[in-house]
């Protein structure tokens, strides 16, 4: 016998999703890793950008001076003349201007290719290294700081040498 429903409707969407039990727990195991992987990637964005701006963040410059035609802070590793940091200096409610120089690289460290954000700045102005766990900012055109996951990743320590196109450097901070 035949059960039929109280209205008189047959439940059609219900009887097909449990007709197939292993089918239905595809389809919600397919859904929920597809919103797993959307949330994964949100995060992973959401970290990206984070880390982007630490150092824009860092400097606490409130107005960055770029030359014409550039599309972001440090991919095209270009460098304004000396009179534009010396005219941004001295236009009125300037509290301080220093120059930064930046440029993404890949370096070669162990075998094993680093890809790294490389940033340059006058000793002694904003815009170093800043946040040190151990050692000093550098002060000097062969010194450098480095990333503490970088020297963990990499066995690099304060007083090594790290080669960056065809300069070496010596590690003398590791910041945080």
């Not at 503490?148 to 945080?176: E, F, N, P, Q, S």
Request: net charge positive; charged share 20%.
């Amino acid at each position: 016998m035949r059960a039929v429903h109280p209205r008189g409707r047959v439940p059609l969407a219900r009887r097909n999703l449990l007709a197939e039990p292993r089918r239905l727990a595809a389809g919600v195991a397919g859904i929920g890793l597809a919103l797993m992987l959307i949330l994964l990637l949100g995060g992973l964005w959401a970290g990206i950008q984070a880390q982007s701006s630490q150092y824009v963040d860092a400097t606490g410059a409130a107005l960055w001076v770029l030359p014409p035609g550039t599309r972001t802070l440090f991919a095209e590793g270009t460098q304004l003349p000396t009179s534009t940091l010396e005219t941004v200096r001295n236009t009125p409610g300037v509290d301080w201007a220093a120059p930064a120089w930046g440029q993404y690289a890949i370096l070669n460290l162990h075998d094993r290719r680093a890809a790294v954000v490389l940033i340059g700045s006058a000793p002694g102005q904003p815009g170093g290294a800043w946040a040190l766990a151990r050692g000093r900012a550098p002060v000097a055109d062969d010194e450098v700081a480095i990333d503490r996951v970088l020297a963990a990743k990499h066995a690099l320590g304060l007083g090594d040498r790290l080669a960056v196109a065809d300069r070496g450097y010596r590690v003398v901070g590791i910041t945080r």
